[in-house]
């Protein structure tokens, strides 16, 4: 299993050629590019901006082997007002093709978010909507649409994510399954094992339980995921893509390659469990 690095673990102006070249030299095998409005890999980026990209990361034989799309939280393809849910799907229209141009085969998306004026049933029947109208153009462009589980009070349950995902009925919809993010309220072992073939891709985090908040997220190894119980449920589920981390830039710039080199060491001992 390759080990990987998402482009968030980089500074935000650095381009993405060089957080590439950074990721190969410090010896990851896979990358992960993020998506956004501006910066980093832009909606508007040209077909021929994106190839290029691909092409940079094929000259270092390091893999991009997903999109990360952070853009969801803002236009939640499950929002109350139409406006913002098109606008939401327009961004993951865009997403698809640029993940097409570079030849990733899995984008990753954020299905909708539960708040006081969006309730749960609300925001159940509105990405499942969503995701119907998004199908047809993840089949076209042969991308996966990768629905995370992420803290936005909706899909609590390995059981309900697994019927959720079953009710888009298509092969281009499956599970990008993040271990850290379960921790606060389950067990992701046991998550694994009842979404199987469904997982696209996976995000590596650790977290600690007793912490309850945001600052529980610690670095590989050092929280509470049981490590070789998820190894052992990957490969049972027949999971054999990139393990990819998922870690914020440090705040001190001067930090970053310390910080990266402990994210590689922490994948390649989980990576051997």
């Known amino acids: 299993m390759k080990a990987g690095i998402n482009q968030w673990a980089f500074p935000a102006d650095m381009p993405t050629t060089d957080a590439i070249s950074q990721a190969h030299w410090l010896g990851f095998e896979a990358f992960e590019v993020c998506v956004e ?7 508007d980026i040209s077909e021929a901006g ?14 991009l082997c997903s999109m990360g799309c952070g853009l969801h939280w803002r ?32 984008l990753l998306v954020v299905p909708g978010t539960v708040t006081k004026s969006a309730p749960y049933d609300m925001v159940l029947e509105h ?5 119907e109208d998004l199908r047809a153009e993840a089949e076209k462009q042969r991308v996966a649409i990768a629905i995370e589980n992420v803290w936005n009070r909706f899909l609590l349950s390995p059981i ?19 271990i850290g993010n379960v921790l606060a309220f389950g067990y992701p072992e046991q998550w694994i094992r009842i979404l199987g073939r469904r997982i696209k891709a996976v995000h590596a985090k650790d977290f600690r339980t007793a912490a309850g908040t945001q600052a529980g997220f610690v670095m590989l190894l050092e929280g509470d995921v049981d490590w070789p119980a998820v190894m052992q449920a990957l490969r049972e589920a027949g999971y054999a893509n990139p393990l990819i981390a998922e870690y914020g830039a440090p705040a001190q710039p001067h930090a970053g390659e310390a910080m990266l080199s402990q994210i590689l060491t922490g994948l390649k001992t989980i990576t051997t469990l």
């Open 50 to 63: 994106a190839v290029a990209i691909r092409k940079h990361a094929d000259a270092l034989g390091i893999t």
């Open 75 to 106: 236009y939640p393809l499950s929002a109350p007002e139409e406006t913002t849910r098109e606008k939401g799907r327009e961004i993951t229209r865009q997403a698809l093709r640029i993940a097409h141009w570079m030849e990733i085969d899995t």
């Open 37 to 43: 409005e501006e910066g980093r890999v832009p909606l």
């Open 127 to 131: 990405s499942l909507a969503s995701l």
């Open 160 to 178: 309900e994510f697994r019927d959720f995902l079953d009710q888009c009925d298509s092969p281009y919809v499956g599970a990008y399954f993040d």
